[in-house]
């Protein structure tokens, strides 16, 4: 069985991140991709391996609306189709490369790597709060773990208490007063929902308070499939009936995409000020991710579900997550999936 799920929408990157008249390259679901822009708008992802010889065309050039291949010179079309064979000056129709279905939405180019009869847009995931023309830094990390430990890593928020402690100032509220819930809509999204009512603020919220003032806390992470995730966040004084809140909601992209079984792309926002690109960094590259990397050695080859592990009433989420993508896997593999 794939350790990826094929039928689902995964971010290959960020918008600005395609070179004007130039392309990306990016391993993605462990296969070498090259992603690039036609002069109409056009987004296009295709194999970044030339069908004749194999070199990735990432070593050639774009040539108009073409990828043309740096060893023999085939040029490749949108539709992965080479449109110009430099020895007969004419297309060459035996020679194709792989183009997958791609949608440019929310400020990233999505790509569809299953059934391209499936590939519906509606489906991808809403992070419309990330169409504004405010200025916000788009960024991405690549983590040395699996994009299932990543996912379990967001989908169970108590590890905040004790890895970031540092960074995002959290107190023990979420030990001494957090209140958790699983919700699972009916379009497949599941939701990790964090409370802490009548709690301390966290520390970065203290000087905008009087002192002893309790507020309501709550963080919310939403994850679609396959492994597109949101974290929703809100701070209200305490009593208003999450009313008057101390800080406007904020609502964060927290989008996961295999770079292989076990690296992942992480694709995420910040304020543009250098505190905050400063604490994101502290937090992703050296809280979350020494610790993933470490759990994924630890791990080594062996299957989460083998290694029996302990489970806790915090895990609820990851684990409904777990299940599910299971599920998916399963499905996709015509293996018999159990009833949920
Ligand atoms: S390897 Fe690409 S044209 Fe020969
Ligand atoms: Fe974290």
Redesign the pocket.
């Known amino acids: 069985m794939s350790a990826f799920i094929r039928n689902g929408w995964y971010m290959a990157c960020w918008s600005h991140e395609v070179p004007e008249g130039g392309f990306l390259a990016r391993r993605l679901l462990d296969r070498p991709w090259v992603i690039w822009r036609k002069a109409d708008g056009e987004m296009v992802i295709m194999a970044d391996r030339?069908?004749?010889?194999?070199?990735p065309?990432s070593r050639?050039t774009r040539d108009g609306d073409m990828m043309r291949?740096?060893?023999?010179?085939?040029a490749f079309d949108g539709a992965g189709n080479c449109a110009h064979n430099p020895f007969s000056g004419q297309p060459l129709d035996i020679a194709k490369v792989e183009v997958l279905p791609v949608v440019e939405k929310h400020t990233g180019v999505w790509f569809w790597p299953g059934d391209a009869d499936l590939a519906d847009p509606a489906l991808i995931p809403d992070y419309s709060f990330l169409d504004h023309d405010k200025p916000l830094h788009r960024g991405t990390i690549r983590m040395e773990a699996s994009y299932e430990l990543v996912t379990d890593n967001l989908m169970d928020l108590s590890h905040a208490e004790f890895i970031h402690r540092d960074s995002f100032g959290v107190n023990g509220s979420l030990l001494t007063c957090g209140q958790h819930e699983v919700v699972q809509e009916e379009n497949g999204a599941i939701w990790n929902n964090w409370t802490m009512p009548d709690s301390d603020p966290p520390v970065w919220a203290v000087p905008m308070l009087p002192e002893g003032a309790k507020t309501d806390q709550w963080l919310h992470m939403r994850w679609n499939a396959p492994s597109n995730l949101a974290l929703f966040i809100g701070l209200a004084r305490s009593g208003t009936d999450r009313k008057d809140m101390v800080v406007p909601p904020m609502g964060d992209p927290h989008i996961l995409t295999p770079e292989t079984a076990t690296s992942t792309h992480y694709f995420y926002t910040h304020e543009p000020t250098p505190e905050a690109h400063a604490l994101l960094e502290k937090a992703f590259l050296e809280e979350d991710h020494p610790m993933l990397h470490a759990q994924q050695e630890a791990m080594g080859d062996g299957d989460f579900w083998e290694l029996r592990p302990v489970i806790l009433p915090s895990d609820a989420g990851a684990i409904r997550v777990r299940r599910r993508m299971m599920q998916l896997r399963r499905a996709e593999a015509g293996e018999p999936v159990a009833a949920e």
């Open positions: 030339c069908p004749h010889r194999f070199v065309l050639g291949c740096g060893y023999h010179g085939l």
